[in-house]
């Protein structure tokens, strides 16, 4: 069975940083990809980064872009993601999912397309 645990959220002032995490268990392969989404009040999910683990690509969505990093400790089977910069705006349950394969730069911000879902964890930014 494959399982994501998400976990590093909190409460940061603007311009802090934060770093989550991603915890995958379960797979049967070794090749697939680990997405970041989220989920504002009021606002449809986001895609905000993935990384293939097999190879490292990585892909930013605009608005995190210079702020936030994606990596992958893929002897711990955990994705990264740092967060710098923090605004109001990036306030939102973060969730992780994951997909057999890889993404390419079409899809990996399209949620539909990944297997599993880990459960959300809250990242708010005070202004």
């Known amino acids: 069975e494959v399982q994501l645990q998400a976990s590093g959220g909190g409460l940061v002032q603007a311009g802090g940083s934060l770093r989550l995490s991603c915890v995958a268990s379960?797979?049967?392969?070794?090749?697939?990809?680990i997405g970041w989404f989220r989920r504002a009040p009021g606002k449809e999910l986001e895609g905000v980064s993935s990384?293939?683990?097999?190879?490292?690509?990585?892909y930013y969505a605009d608005s995190v872009k210079g702020r936030f990093t994606i990596s992958s400790d893929n002897a711990k089977y955990t994705v990264y993601l740092q967060m710098n910069s923090l605004k109001p705006e990036d306030t939102a349950v973060y969730y992780c999912?994951?997909?057999?394969?890889?993404?390419?730069?079409?899809?990996?911000?399209?949620?539909?397309?990944?297997?599993?879902w880990g459960r959300g964890t809250l990242v708010t930014v005070s202004s």
């Open positions: 990384i293939h683990r097999s190879d490292g690509t990585a």
């Open positions: 379960g797979f049967s392969v070794t090749d697939y990809a």
């Open positions: 999912l994951a997909r057999r394969g890889g993404s390419d730069s079409t899809t990996w911000s399209y949620a539909p397309w990944y297997d599993f």
